[in-house]
């Protein structure tokens, strides 16, 4: 973005006033959109304001760790408002300027005031929205212009509310399967660090005293201890920059995101939750796109703009290359990997039999389903694991606590 001073006369008097911009041709839009009625004199290019530019170098460097996305159910809300005014035959640059004026999210509003210039601008809807990708989500864009494609904004603008509520719906389902094992790896972490704090040491001094060889696991504890009651401090600070460092990585390096997306989707149960929720909002954007009459090769665009995770990405985006080069919908599924065999034979079925937006639909509920399968039952999935976790860490304070001791009383004995 770059700054322009746009000079004009409105009401009779001359001013200027700075106007940040992509190029001139905008700077020019936005300054007309302001003065209504004002005549624009002459507008030119100039070195950014000291304070924005400071302003913009922090904004730079902190960036990825001050961006929030919008709340969901203020997104919600403001999107049902438009489909509402739209359906009704209000235009989407005033039913922009009345939602904008309705929200009460502050940063919700800064948006759509930002949207509003760019349509003021000469922009569509969707290239308006574009700079609050990571804000709105890409389910949004992509329905927006869906909406744009087929001159049915409100149809579209509803069935986005009706997806962005099922998100939100999966997302609090979600947190709720994660509160018992949070809670249990909380405690666990409570106990182990009062363990490492106060009662081994006391056995510390006993082991020193004995001056004899000890075994494996009191070994390990002593040494965990003496790591906790030394170092804690630089171990807390080194997870905290490690967590820090990979987000602003993750945000920012492609080549670093594209290999943290590939070995996510290796974890156990994480990498599965990855895939159903993304294929899922992938076929489901498809699927509208492809009953709306979107050509094939357009609609894979569109509906890969849902997708976070480059592996999945890239392995999807294939399917357009095949399809440009005369191959088949089903054939080019089938060739990434991605879809089980079934899948593939319910796609070719609807391909042959002209009801392809209708399988399709099935095999998004299928993800859909898989997803939902997977949240529903997350407690019992993580469970073993827990359970694994909490008998190994008893098993190793016991025996690096208690072996010492019986090896004392058999010295005794003896």
């Not at 700075?18 to 700077?27: G, Q, W």
């Not at 927006?144 to 001159?151: A, K, R």
């Not at 156990?268 to 954007?285: D, E, H, N, P």
């Not at 190994?392 to 005794?412: R, T, Y």
């Amino acid at each position: 973005m770059n700054y322009f001073e746009v000079n004009f006369i409105y009401k009779g008097k001359r001013g200027a006033e700075l106007i940040k911009a992509k190029n001139r041709t905008d700077a020019i839009s936005i300054a007309k959109a302001k003065l209504s009625g004002g005549t624009i004199l002459k507008a030119f290019e100039v070195s950014a304001p000291l304070s924005n530019r400071i302003a913009d170098a922090k904004d730079s460097l902190l960036g990825s760790f001050t961006q929030k996305k919008v709340k969901t159910e203020f997104l919600i809300s403001a999107i049902r408002q438009l489909a509402v005014m739209t359906n009704a035959g209000i235009s989407i640059h005033d039913s922009i300027k009345e939602v904008c004026k309705s929200t009460v999210d502050k940063q919700l509003k800064g948006i759509f005031e930002d949207v509003d210039e760019s349509l003021n601008s000469g922009k569509s809807l969707t290239e308006a929205f574009m700079p609050y990708k990571y804000h709105v989500g890409d389910v949004t864009l992509a329905m927006i212009e869906l909406g744009e494609n087929t001159g049915n904004m409100s149809e579209s603008l509803t069935k986005l509310a009706e997806v962005l509520e099922e998100m939100m719906e999966n997302a609090k389902k979600l947190k709720s399967a994660l509160r018992y094992p949070t809670t249990v790896i909380v405690a666990i972490a409570i106990a182990f660090s009062i363990l490492m704090v106060f009662v081994v040491p006391k056995f510390k001094e006993i082991f020193e005293k004995l001056n004899a060889e000890l075994p494996l696991p009191t070994k390990i504890l002593l040494f965990c201890e003496h790591a906790v009651n030394n170092y804690g401090l630089y171990i807390l600070a080194g997870l905290f920059v490690s967590i820090m460092y990979h987000k602003y990585m993750y945000k920012t390096n492609d080549g670093y995101k594209r290999k943290a997306d590939k070995y996510i989707l290796k974890v156990y149960l994480i990498g599965k939750v990855i895939f159903y929720a993304s294929m899922s909002r992938f076929m489901l954007i498809f699927t509208e796109l492809v009953r709306a009459g979107i050509p094939v090769a357009d609609a894979l665009d569109t509906a890969l703009m849902t997708i976070d995770n480059e592996e999945i990405k890239d392995t999807l985006s294939s399917v357009k290359y095949s399809v440009e080069r005369g191959s088949n919908l089903t054939d080019a599924f089938n060739d990434t990997g991605l879809y089980e065999g079934m899948l593939i034979q319910m796609i070719k079925a609807g391909e042959q039999g002209g009801a392809l937006d209708k399988m399709l639909e099935k095999v998004s509920d299928y993800y859909k389903a898989r997803f939902n399968d997977i949240i529903d039952n997350l407690s019992s999935y993580i469970e073993p694991i827990l359970i694994g976790f909490i008998a190994g860490m008893v098993l190793m304070m016991a025996l690096g606590i208690f072996l010492p001791m019986w090896d004392m009383a058999s010295a005794v004995k003896g």
